[in-house]
């Protein structure tokens, strides 16, 4: 069985939330400890490890880019499992035995509609197009176009597992230029107010979800404790974590 663990990582040349200054700063300084630590639970695995390095600075084409370096190892590996750089392994459970792999792995996401936040958000115009929330209403949108309803779920893409059969079945690369028009429709016909519609952009989790339910391709959901994800809410981790996801990049936290 011939597996590999691997991230990606550019430079950013773009103005977004995700790479405020702050954030760049400390990518820069915890890098090498970052790749170490993949390295080493790739090495615990009994897999290869790499980081790769697009030809792409925007930070949706890197997280396209991401997936389609996934479909590509699949042709020379087994098993492949992908990381955020920002993703911190802290177990010694082998993730790639511990779920059936003819299956896409990922953390599927759920963020219930609430009412109230919504009416504020929508009489402040204060949308966000990175938030779990408008990721899945884009997606529900693109799935009504085919007449399905879409579940209330958005997978995060920063730990994904699969195996040769279930990447080939799910063929991002196949899929992608249908997404980019399928998101193109749903934002000019959709149901969402103007405030919601606007401020969506091409994503890779919302496309990641459509493929899963439009297609019905055979998922596992890991689950939290492996992508245990630290952000501005939630500032420290439990020791039934395996994989910290410092999606703040408090790196300090995550490398104890």
Excluded at 35 to 60: I, L
Excluded at 146 to 151: K, N
């Amino acid at each position: 069985m011939k597996r590999i663990v691997y991230s990606v990582w550019n430079d950013i040349t773009e103005v977004h939330d995700s790479v405020t200054p702050y954030k760049e700063s400390q990518f820069k300084r915890h890098r090498g400890e970052l790749e170490k630590r993949q390295s080493d639970y790739a090495k615990f695995t009994n897999a290869d490890y790499m980081v790769y390095t697009p030809d792409v600075t925007t930070y949706a084409d890197i997280q396209f880019y991401k997936l389609i370096k996934m479909q590509e190892l699949s042709q020379e590996y087994d098993e492949v499992l992908y990381l955020d750089l920002d993703v911190i392994p802290k177990t010694n459970i082998n993730i790639f035995e511990n779920f059936d792999t003819t299956k896409m792995c990922v953390y599927n996401v759920h963020r219930a509609f609430n009412k109230k936040n919504f009416r504020w958000e929508l009489e402040d115009d204060n949308f966000h197009p990175m938030s779990v929330w408008v990721k899945c209403a884009l997606k529900k949108s693109m799935l009504l176009l085919d007449d399905l309803s879409g579940t209330e779920k958005v997978a995060n893409t920063g730990v994904v597992l699969g195996s040769k059969e279930s990447i080939k079945r799910f063929d991002w690369i196949g899929r992608f230029e249908s997404c980019i028009e399928v998101y193109k429709e749903a934002c000019e016909d959709n149901l969402y107010p103007e405030q919601v519609s606007r401020v969506w952009t091409p994503n890779n989790e919302a496309f990641f979800s459509y493929i899963i339910e439009k297609y019905d391709i055979p998922m596992i959901d890991i689950g939290i404790s492996w992508n245990y994800i630290l952000d501005a809410k939630v500032r420290k981790y439990t020791d039934g974590a395996h994989f910290i996801h410092q999606v703040n990049k408090e790196f300090e936290v995550g490398l104890r």
